[in-house]
């Protein structure tokens, strides 16, 4: 039944370990929508027949309802609707928190192309190769303007927005070649932002990974963090300075000025490195500089790899 729906409706092939309960979504909604809209058609060529106007038709209340039938229609449309947004919100949550262990690919976004950031410092344009059967993050900026992720093989698509980052997770479950596509009107070339995901076994991806390694991610973060004057405010041993540490930084919940709390996700790291009066941390003074327009996409993205890195940091 899957796989005739499927066709019956275009879809592409379910190449992800998510693919197949969105699409259950994805044909629930559409099979209730077309009952709803059959019922309701039938219902319309019942009343016009039976309240149809004649010679000796009285007014008073002839066409109305029983109430327990209003209610009854009332309660089960609003109980569907809660139900979908329920399992929705569910695979929404699930896409937001990848596996523990799930291999980490930073992605940038520029007008017009893809460009992918391994953790060894691999990097590739417009190809994204990842091994079948393991859980792969993609944690994704844009350096110009609003671009969205999106590979109709995996059934995933997410906004990537410049001067902050958004992330989603996924499992290839078939080796084969993926396009990948621009889901947000970005400029003229919009329509030449294309990509592929190649999944390849485990072999072929290490064989890759090993011919095009280069500088460590984490590495290259604390060399650029020297070399762009971060280690001037920030520490990595803990010990107090004119910014936070970043030893324990990552993933730690931070107290703001104005008294609300914040978790130092990849998100809230790049943002405060774009645009650091957005959420000044308590108890330190506003010196920080804004380096938008300094710190490119694959900077940014291992200065945050290498804090990521002191996470656990004696």
């Not at 896409?95 to 950031?117: D, N, Y």
């Not at 011919?211 to 001037?232: I, K, M, N, P």
């Not at 405060?272 to 010196?287: E, I, L, Y």
């Amino acid at each position: 039944m899957n796989e005739l729906l499927r066709r019956a409706l275009y879809l592409p092939p379910q190449a992800s370990t998510v693919a197949r309960g969105i699409d259950t979504l994805h044909y629930t909604v559409i099979g209730a929508a077309f009952v709803v809209a059959f019922l309701t058609f039938v219902l319309i060529g019942y009343f016009l027949i039976r309240f149809r106007e004649r010679p000796d038709h009285h007014h008073a209340a002839a066409g109305r309802l029983p109430h327990w039938i209003e209610a009854g229609l009332a309660v089960a449309t609003l109980g569907a609707f809660l139900a979908w947004w329920v399992v929705g919100f569910a695979q929404y949550r699930e896409l937001r928190e990848p596996p523990a262990g799930a291999l980490r690919v930073h992605v940038i976004a520029k007008q017009w192309m893809w460009q992918f950031v391994y953790p060894n410092g691999a990097t590739a344009e417009d190809e994204l190769r990842v091994p079948v059967g393991e859980p792969v993050e993609l944690v994704m900026t844009s350096r110009d303007v609003i671009h969205s992720f999106y590979v109709p093989g995996f059934r995933l698509k997410m906004d990537v927005v410049p001067g902050r980052t958004t992330s989603l997770w996924f499992t290839a479950t078939a080796r084969g070649e993926y396009p990948i596509l621009c889901a947000e009107y970005c400029g003229a070339g919009h329509s030449r932002m294309r990509g592929r995901v190649l999944a390849v076994d485990h072999a072929a991806y290490a064989r890759w990974v090993d011919r095009h390694a280069a500088t460590d991610l984490a590495q290259a973060g604390e060399d650029l963090a020297v070399r762009y004057g971060c280690l001037r405010c920030h520490t990595v041993d803990g010990t107090p300075h004119l910014g936070p540490t970043w030893r324990g930084l990552y993933r730690s919940r931070r107290t703001l000025s104005d008294g609300t709390e914040v978790i130092a996700t990849d998100a809230y790291l790049t943002e405060s490195m774009m645009d650091p009066m957005v959420k000044r941390v308590a108890g330190f003074p506003t010196v920080m500089p804004s380096y938008l327009g300094i710190l490119s996409g694959p900077d940014a993205a291992a200065i945050v790899e290498y804090i990521r890195s002191l996470e656990d940091a004696p």
